[in-house]
């Protein structure tokens, strides 16, 4: 039974992986088809680092990530805690779903759902709207991040503090922030490469003065096949692979360090 589970595996990291695989492969090929190897060269990675354009892009894409996973992590932790702090189940139990609604609903129907609304409201598209956009459905994905560390965490620890006469603030920033702070650190990052992969929501809410990669790599791509992509796409997977190792040496370390204490 373990082999067939072990071979299942292997059949779907293949699966997974290959696709990936061949891009890479190709971005280093030196003639312009993704059908026969020619030979090794860099000049995919030289033009797209050579075309100014590109490099704004790239630079809205970091800049939009960075900015709207670090705001949904803050209104995510003050979500998680106002959801711990409700007593009525009912009440809860109905704003949770609510909340996993945005995580389970299409990207296409939020992406037009909030075209819609920036239309109604007279907000212009651009860079404005995609960050909006785009901490509208992180948001949701923290939450659940850090909500599990909320539960684990034991309620005499609260009231420990409080008879030790420490402030509402002292509790959050010295007893709940340091329990929660994997959850944290784990929907940041979640946030992270759900803005730099997101397609469908973007390309509803950017306008025509502003674009990010996975808007700019469709757009490429509808105009031919180029290994330039190739060498785009290679660069945001290896981005999203060094934030995704990150993320776990700093989880691992900090469960050692726990480890340690105990």
């Not at 990291?13 to 492969?25: D, G, R, T």
């Not at 680092?49 to 992590?73: E, K, M, P, Q, Y």
């Not at 490469?193 to 997101?198: I, V």
């Not at 981005?239 to 040496?249: S, T």
Request: charged share 10%; proline share 2%; with cysteine.
């Amino acid at each position: 039974m373990k082999t067939l589970g072990r071979s299942y595996m292997v059949v779907i990291f293949i699966c997974l992986y290959l696709p990936i695989a061949y891009l890479i492969f190709y971005s280093f090929n030196s003639g312009g088809t993704m059908t026969s190897f020619d030979g090794f060269t860099l000049e995919h990675y030289q033009s797209v680092f050579t075309d100014s354009r590109l490099i704004v892009i790239l630079l809205n894409t970091v800049a939009v990530a960075l900015i709207s996973a670090g705001l949904a992590t803050l209104i995510g932790i003050g979500g998680a805690i106002g959801l711990y702090n409700i007593r009525m189940k009912r009440l809860k139990q109905s704003l949770l779903s609510l909340n996993n609604v945005m995580i389970v609903s299409p990207d296409v129907i939020i992406g037009a759902s909030l075209l819609i609304l920036f239309t109604v409201l007279g907000i212009s598209l651009g860079a404005f709207s995609v960050i909006m956009a785009h901490i509208a459905f992180s948001v949701p994905i923290v939450v659940l991040m850090i909500l599990p560390k909320l539960q684990d965490m034991k309620s005499s620890y609260l009231d420990a503090a409080r008879d030790l006469g420490a402030s509402s603030f002292d509790v959050l920033w010295r007893v709940i922030i340091p329990h929660i702070k994997p959850g944290i650190l784990a929907g940041f990052f979640m946030a992270l490469t759900y803005s730099l992969d997101d397609f469908a929501v973007t390309f509803f809410v950017t306008g025509s003065g502003f674009s990010v990669l996975s808007v700019e790599i469709y757009a490429m791509a509808r105009r031919g096949i180029s290994l330039e992509i190739n060498a785009i796409s290679t660069l945001v997977f290896l981005v999203v692979l060094v934030i995704a190792l990150g993320y776990y040496f700093i989880t691992s370390r900090a469960s050692v360090k726990r480890g340690g204490i105990t």
